[in-house]
């Protein structure tokens, strides 16, 4: 990255690092040709970059923020610096990956012989600011001292992070061990690896988002590209090769869900409703923690908590660390002993809610906190 500004200074701050790159690029290239290669090279960058500054506009605050949204050769980068949390930085990146896989699924011809797709390597660290003059200062005016660039190790590790991903089993997208640790508020269930980071460690813990259920999707203003998105993964959703891309099942849920709740046609909200139960119950034995967090949440909505906690516990015992999960356990617990007088539930509502007020109370929002003290307060009570 160049920049025309002299810089002067430095100063440490956090960021959000996120690496793209197409899997097998040298495989694509020799399959299609080179200069059909090349259209589908130009179409990645042109997603990767309008996509990428709707989810991360450009920084308001050129004094303390920068944002950068950059694309070269069969790589995309987004850097971003602000002052928003760090879970909803994370979050806005998982939620870009998934959207960017969907957009490159659907602007591939059918007739192409192979179709193009990315791993994401997803870190938050801390970087160093460059400070400089203005390159492009108010015509008229001295130029002030702005963030022109980043650098630092941490910027080399997401790079890393992100060629992990290509080995990935079910999304392609890796997150370090510390991104993965602050998105804990969010239906995301990762499958932990240990892979070798040249040049950092022989063994290094790195996530792969195995499922997730994501809000507003698809992100921004409606176009015919998201409508054909909607399209896609939504009513055509059983066109789908979700046994081949198990990505693709958590993002039609995702979408189809989104698009639901936004809807108010009662004939569009009842097609929706089909479509995502005939994929949620395709099968009794479904492997899928999304899906089966969505069993749970469907029977929570119908007031059948025995049911919602019986595919909640299945949750909790094959994937333990699914930390929604494990507090939405304890609310549907709670919920059973206040219906049923049920003691066995009402104990375990006590238990799991006394832990995370005891031992991790960083992990619940200030509304969780008051609901798991009412909890144990009542169970005192009884």
């Known amino acids: 990255m160049a920049y025309k500004a002299i810089e002067t200074a430095s100063i440490n701050r956090k960021a959000l690092l996120l690496f793209a790159d197409i899997i097998d690029s040298c495989k694509y290239s020799s ?8 259209e589908h090279l130009i179409e990645f960058r042109k997603t990767f970059k309008d996509l990428g500054n709707v989810y991360f506009p450009a920084s308001t605050n050129k004094l303390v923020d920068i944002t950068t949204v950059e694309t070269r050769g069969d790589e995309g980068s987004i850097f ?5 949390p760090a879970e909803n930085l994370i979050y806005k990146a998982i939620r870009f990956a998934f959207e960017l896989k969907g957009l490159l699924l659907i602007k591939t011809p059918d007739s192409s012989p192979r179709r193009m797709d990315v791993g994401i390597g997803i870190h938050f660290g801390r970087v160093a600011l460059m400070i400089g003059a203005d390159p492009s200062p108010v015509s008229g005016e001295r130029a002030k001292d702005v963030v022109v660039g980043l650098d630092g190790f941490e910027i080399n590790y997401a790079k890393r992070v992100e060629s992990c991903s290509r080995s990935g089993r079910y999304s392609n997208i890796f997150l370090s061990k510390v991104a993965a640790s602050l998105i804990d508020g969010s239906p995301i269930v990762f499958d932990r690896q240990h892979v070798q980071m040249k040049g950092i460690s022989d063994s290094e813990e790195v996530f792969e988002v195995r499922s997730a259920f994501l809000e507003d999707m698809p992100y921004g203003i409606e176009d015919e590209i998201k409508e054909s998105f909607v399209s896609k993964f939504s009513v055509g959703s059983d066109k789908l090769d979700i046994v081949k891309d198990p ?5 039609a849920l995702s979408v189809m869900e989104s698009r639901k709740s936004k809807t108010t046609l009662p004939d569009l909200k009842k097609e929706y409703d089909e479509v995502l139960c005939k994929m949620i119950w395709a099968k009794p034995a479904e492997d899928d923690p999304i899906f089966i967090y969505w069993r749970a949440w469907h029977y929570d909505k119908e007031s059948d908590y025995t049911k919602s906690l019986f595919y909640l516990k299945q949750l909790i ?3 333990p660390d699914f930390i929604y999960a494990r507090k939405k356990l304890a609310k549907v617990c709670w919920k059973i002993s206040q219906t049923n007088s049920e003691r066995q539930e009402k104990i375990f509502a006590r238990n799991i809610a006394g832990e995370y007020i005891d031992r991790f109370r960083n992990y619940l929002t200030t509304e969780e906190i008051e609901l798991f003290e009412s909890i144990v307060r009542a169970c005192q009570e009884t």
């Open 247 to 251: 990505w693709l099942k958590c993002l």
């Open 80 to 84: 971003c610096v602000n002052d928003e």
């Open 317 to 319: 015992d094959e994937f």
């Open 31 to 38: 399959v299609l040709g080179l200069d059909v290669y090349a």
